[in-house]
């Protein structure tokens, strides 16, 4: 089974905690919006959206930084996704 | 009976919950935004919405993913349907 | 008396929902939004409403699906009648 | 004494409601948004008006159906008037 | 001392409403938005305000009708005076 | 230390209430907002401002009027300044 | 580890306020909005952002003034960072 994120919509895998802190970053934040070190595993194609035109800067693989509680939790095969917007994603990170 | 949709709206069925946890997709996600499999059956044309063109990318016959409390529920000839506007359709669901 | 309606402006007159039931609709729905089926029978001239370039696509005579609480209601020569914005409707229903 | 509205103002004078009766157009309506028959008895040039060309189509002696609780009242040489911007008039009425 | 309003503002002194009445002019309306007849004594340059094209219209000197809430109210010299901007204006008065 | 504001806006820093009084202009207001007298010390480069070209009118030396509860207080080199977008000065005030 | 902000995003590291208060800047304001002097340490590309475009005009190690409650908080490597906009950064400080 595949999701095909419509516009600028983006497929992302909520990464495990306890790795990424091995890797340095540490997330705090207010209890209000909490970030989370997340997978790319789909990319809409942009487009035109409301009006306007959006070009995709994020591609699969990729390690993001989001709002914990942006987009919309799906689960897709047993593995927990999140449909989020490409202008929810705050940063790239790289190891 | 058959409903024509304006604009960019598109009429969707609701796809059973145990036919799609079959092929992997399970649902989560909070009270406020549970999303939903549903497939396409009628698309609106598309074109000048709110002083914008919208282009029309779904299609009769998609399995789509959205909120379950987007749109307008109706029953048509005995089944239950949703009109929700294109841009409320986080992605395309391909088994 | 006659109702002529400005910019994009429609006024419809709530079909009974009798009726309605023998073609086969069943309208359900929240009590939040309701839709219904109303005939058109009036259509404003469209044009430029808030800056945007209006086309009218609904025509006098046309089944349309709406919500039951858009709009503005009026009672003409008896007739209970809504004054709603193109924009309000959702689909035309055909039989 | 004389009242010149500005940009896309529009000058309305209520007309009675029972002699609006007698020509078949009875008012009905929630108590949030009432519609009312008023005259229009002077019009705004209309133009840019919130960076948006605005075209004035109702003149000087039509009657027009607008929400009860749109606009400001004023009382002109004993005459209670409001002013409301054109876009929130609904409908002219002809006899 | 002089007040010279930036962009669409104008500055406007209120007119008593005893001189008013006499003229014929009664201002009535709900406690929310009570209109009241004021003087412009300073005009702001207008042009682009937000991005649109401003063009003022009123002129020192002009009698206006404004909601009384609208506005920042200053002293200036020992005579109250507001500053509104253009937009908040609803007609001009002409005896 | 030197503050240098970004984009379209400004520092300003309050005059003494007591020092305006003297000049003929006292404040009044709602405490909802209440306007002040500030002097600006620092104006920002303008430019695209939200996607919206903004040209500076507001120059150092300038006294403005503001409401007291726009922008974000800081205190440089012990005096209390504020930062405010151009958009929220309401008036020059020449003596 | 590395964060590459998105769009118009920019990464910066809150500067001890001790050591601030020496260069003579002490910050105040209402609990509602309190600013703060942070570096940047990272810098999005800008472009097109919700439409519009976004010419990033803070740059690596520049000392900026941003509202406390303004953007998303991350430690990177032990080291704790905010995530904002652009355009949330109120003014760059300069010694």
């Known amino acids: 089974m595949k999701i095909i994120p419509l516009a600028d ?3 992302i895998k909520t990464v495990e905690v306890e790795e990424t802190t091995k ?10 919006e909490k970030p989370q070190v997340a ?4 990319v809409g ?13 994020v591609k699969v693989g990729d ?3 989001t ?3 942006s987009g919309t939790e799906v689960k ?3 593995e927990e996704c999140t449909i989020v917007r490409q202008g929810d994603i705050l940063a790239v990170v790289e190891d």
Chains 1, 2, 3, 4, 5, 6, 7 share one sequence.
């Open 45 to 57: 194609p942009g487009g035109i959206v409301d009006g306007k035109e959006v070009k995709m800067t």
């Open 9 to 11: 919509r983006v497929v």
């Open 39 to 42: 997978e790319v595993i789909a």
């Open 63 to 65: 390690k993001v930084l």
């Open 76 to 78: 897709v095969d047993g």
């Open 67 to 69: 709002s914990k509680y």
């Open 23 to 32: 890797g340095g970053l540490i997330l705090t934040g207010s209890a209000k």
